[in-house]
């Protein structure tokens, strides 16, 4: 809910005047927070809430994330204003960024410019702070080779926890271990890569300039074919995406091959989430 406590928490952090009124409207947040768009003034902006005890930092870390793509890339990403706390709520303060119609070419420059960011590289697999993906905490572990770090700071993590939690038998978690005996042989080697991280169909949109934007990041260095195959697991990225990324930073030939591999990260999540 989108309190007086909390508008005056927002305009104090912008540093506007407290008299100021603000018109809300709800819009869609996902599963984790609550979203609105708020009118100060003339000026419109994107706000997410949620609990601060229950998420820690969470949007101090999104924050991070979305700068390091701006940074690094040349998609059009939200601009962070203000990150606080109102009582016993965090709150993200965005530019709001209008939707457009998708222009001729929208699917191709998408694809090459996740190809030109993938381009960007660190010393190691990870990050050095750990996020979020979806409300699970995300180890970022920085890892000097990708076998190790996709399983012990991916796969392992995950599937132990939804062992635990009774999700999955004892049976799956042989079968993640025999996985694990071949991963340095499963993947080709590649540079580290900076990686949107949760790249689904609803972690883009098309912005008012007739190009993608993406946004609601889970930001890591790691091999570049898990995006793709993020990307690929439920549909809406059309194959003239895939092709000019692969025009621009050719693929493996077989990389299709390893997407269920890849896959299995977002699919744990997705278990241990829903």
């Known amino acids: 809910m989108f309190s007086p406590e909390l508008g005056q928490a927002v305009l104090s952090a912008l540093g506007r ?18 979203a609105f768009c708020l009118r ?44 606080g706390e109102s009582g016993n709520r965090q709150f993200l303060l965005m530019e709001y960024l209008g939707s457009g119609s998708r222009n001729s070419a929208f699917w191709e420059v998408f694809g090459r410019r996740l190809a030109d960011m993938h381009k960007s590289s660190w010393e190691s697999f990870g990050l050095e702070h750990d996020n979020y993906i979806g409300s699970l905490e995300q180890d970022n572990t920085p890892t000097p080779t990708w ?9 392992k993590p995950l599937s132990s926890q939804a062992h635990r939690n009774g999700l999955l038998t004892s049976d799956d978690i042989h079968l993640f271990d025999r996985i ?14 900076l990686l949107h991280g949760d790249l689904w169909s609803g972690n883009f949109m098309c912005g008012s300039d007739g190009e993608a934007t993406i ?21 809406g990225f059309d194959q003239r995406f895939y092709a000019a990324y692969d025009e621009a930073f050719p693929l493996e030939p077989e990389w299709q091959d390893r997407v269920d591999l ?13």
């Open 180 to 193: 694990y005996e071949r991963l340095d042989t499963l993947f080709p080697k590649d540079a580290p890569a």
């Open 147 to 155: 076998s190790s770090f996709f399983r012990d700071s991916r796969l």
């Open 17 to 34: 005047d407290s008299s100021l009124p603000i018109q809300s409207s709800r819009v869609s947040g996902g599963d984790i927070n609550e």
């Open 40 to 83: 100060i003034g003339a000026e419109d902006y994107f706000l997410k809430i949620n609990i601060a005890e229950r998420f820690p930092k969470m949007f101090e870390k999104e924050a991070q994330g979305l700068a390091l793509l701006a940074e690094c890339s040349e998609f059009s990403i939200p601009k962070v204003l203000t990150v």
């Open 262 to 274: 890849c896959n299995l990260y977002p699919l744990l999540v997705h278990v241990l989430l829903f």
């Open 215 to 235: 946004y609601d990041p889970a930001v890591y260095y790691g091999h570049r074919e898990m995006d793709l195959a993020m990307s690929m697991l439920f549909g």
